[in-house]
């Protein structure tokens, strides 16, 4: 026996009891072509990364990202202190040898017989007269009879010399040279100024005069 619908008076029409009106199908109210996929299409799958809220995206202030280092080091090397790379031997060589002492016959005579007159002159030179000459010949001579303490002096104003130049501590630590061989040391970096083009023979004075008169190209003087 069939149900029979009833209209309200406001012409409502009533479903009668028992029975559920189910909801249109959204998938029967679309076209057909677009259910239909055409062929050689892949369907594309929603990027998950789009969907993120933007805040998940950006990075919090104050976080910073960490590159990759580059210069990772290879496995089985161990990375030394800085403290320990300023003891290796690494520097420019000396312009002559340490036994060379005739390449400068004159300083070689004075030195063998004064070396205290050879370190003066080099140590006026390299603290640019603060210490003149005949200041520096005394303390070097002083020292001398002092349990041959001159090596101290001799050792210090030597790595002096090296720092000046960028030398290499060759071809034996400054402290052994002045040891044992004080005087072929006194003569190695006389040589050294004198090649450099300053002669410790003739004064800071003097030479600070010729470089006032002839500056080296990449400097100027300043007013």
Known sequence: ?????????????????GVVQQPPSMVQQRPEMMR??????????????????EMMMQQPPGVVQQQPDMMQQPLGMTQQPPDMLDNLDLGVPWST??????????????????????FGQIAEVLDEGEMNCALGSYIYLAMMPALCSHWLMGSKYRAKLRRKYHLVEAPFPDMVSHIFCPCCALA?????????????SLG??????????????????AR
């Open 1 to 17: 026996m069939a149900k029979l619908e009833t209209i309200d008076a406001d012409g409502t029409v009533q479903q009668p009891s």
């Open 36 to 53: 239909q996929q055409p062929p050689g299409m892949v369907h594309q799958q929603p990027d998950m990364m789009q969907e993120l809220p």
């Open 97 to 118: 040898g340490l036994f060379d002492c005739f390449q400068h016959p004159r300083n070689a005579i004075m030195t063998a017989y004064l070396p205290c007159v050879t």
């Open 188 to 200: 190695q970096e006389f040589r050294e100024l004198y090649n450099g083009g300053l002669d410790p």
């Open 204 to 221: 800071w004075r003097r030479i600070a005069e010729q470089q006032m008169e002839n500056p080296p190209p990449n400097q100027f003087m």
